[in-house]
C-alpha cells in the first residue's frame, strides 16, 4: 500500500523513524509547529488545505500525524481519500504509546509540563494544552450559548477543573535524544523554575502502527471520503460525522 502522512514537525524524528521502518511507501508532508498556536478551527483549515491537496488515485489513505490537539482537527473532511487520526489528544500522549498510559500519568501527575526532542528542538515556544482545556478559553455564559445549559456547564466545569499550575517537568525519552543535549536542556529548565525533574520512557509503538497500517477502533478512527473528523468529548476522543 501507499500512505500519505501528514505530520506536525514536532514529531518529526520519531516520524521519520516509523516510516524508515514501514512495510508501505509513505511520502511525507511535515506542518509547521505555528499551526498549534492558531488552534481551532484556523488549524484545520490549514490542515486541511494539505489534505485537499493530496492528489487523488495515488494512495490508500491519507494518515495524520497529530492527535485532536486542542481540536485543531475538529471538523477536517475526507475528500477523496480515507483519512486515518490516532485516538490521542494530543502529541504527548502518542509519545507515551498508549491512551490508558497517558491518563494514567496525567491524573498521578497533575501539574506537568511536558518536553520531547522535537518539543525542544521545533516546537519550544508553543502553548501545551492539557485534554481538558481541549483548547477552549470561553466563559461560562459562551459555552453555555455555543453548547446548551447542561453540556455548557459540564464542558466549562472539564475545561476549568483542572488549572495549569506547573509544578513539574517530564521529558519523555524515545531513544532519538542526539547525545542527551535535549535531556540536559529539560533539566536545566525544570530547575530554573524550581520545578522537580522526571525522565520518563516513550513508546512510539502507536506510531508504528499508524504508518504500518494495523488501525484497531480502539486506536484509530477512519473517516472515509465524505466524512469528517469531529471532538468526542468522552473517552473515544474523536468521532467521525457525515
Not at 42 to 59: C, F, L, N, S
Not at 90 to 111: E, K, V
Not at 181 to 204: V, Y
Request: overall charge negative; charged content about 25%.
Amino acid at each position: 500500500m501507499r500512505f500519505k502522512l501528514i505530520s506536525c514537525e514536532v514529531l518529526f524524528r520519531e516520524m521519520c523513524q516509523a516510516c524508515a521502518h514501514a512495510p508501505h511507501q509513505v511520502d511525507v508532508e511535515f506542518l509547521p509547529k505555528g499551526l498549534h498556536d492558531l488552534g481551532g478551527k484556523p488549524m484545520a483549515a490549514k490542515i486541511q488545505e494539505a489534505v485537499d491537496r493530496t492528489p487523488e488515485g495515488q494512495y490508500d489513505a491519507i494518515l495524520l500525524g497529530y492527535g485532536l490537539c486542542g481540536n485543531g482537527l475538529d471538523g477536517l473532511t475526507a475528500r477523496h481519500i480515507r483519512l486515518v487520526l490516532p485516538r490521542a489528544h494530543d502529541c504527548i500522549a502518542l509519545l507515551m504509546g498508549s491512551h490508558d498510559r497517558y491518563q494514567a500519568y496525567f491524573n498521578d501527575n497533575p501539574g506537568t509540563y511536558y518536553r520531547s526532542t522535537g518539543w525542544l528542538e521545533r516546537g519550544k515556544g508553543l502553548q501545551q494544552l492539557t485534554h481538558n482545556t481541549m483548547g477552549f478559553d470561553e466563559s461560562l455564559d459562551a459555552m453555555i450559548a455555543k453548547y446548551g445549559e447542561d453540556n455548557g456547564r459540564y464542558l466549562y466545569d472539564e475545561m476549568t477543573r483542572y488549572q495549569s499550575q506547573y509544578r513539574k517537568l517530564t521529558f519523555i525519552e524515545t531513544g532519538l535524544e542526539a547525545g542527551g543535549k535535549f535531556i540536559d536542556e529539560s533539566a536545566a529548565e525544570a530547575k530554573e523554575k524550581g520545578w522537580s525533574f522526571e525522565r520518563l520512557t516513550g513508546d512510539l509503538a502507536w506510531l508504528g502502527r499508524l504508518v504500518e497500517g494495523e488501525w484497531t477502533d480502539a486506536e484509530f478512527v477512519i473517516a472515509e471520503p465524505g466524512q469528517r473528523l469531529a471532538a468526542s468529548y468522552d473517552d473515544r476522543v474523536v468521532k467521525v460525522q457525515a
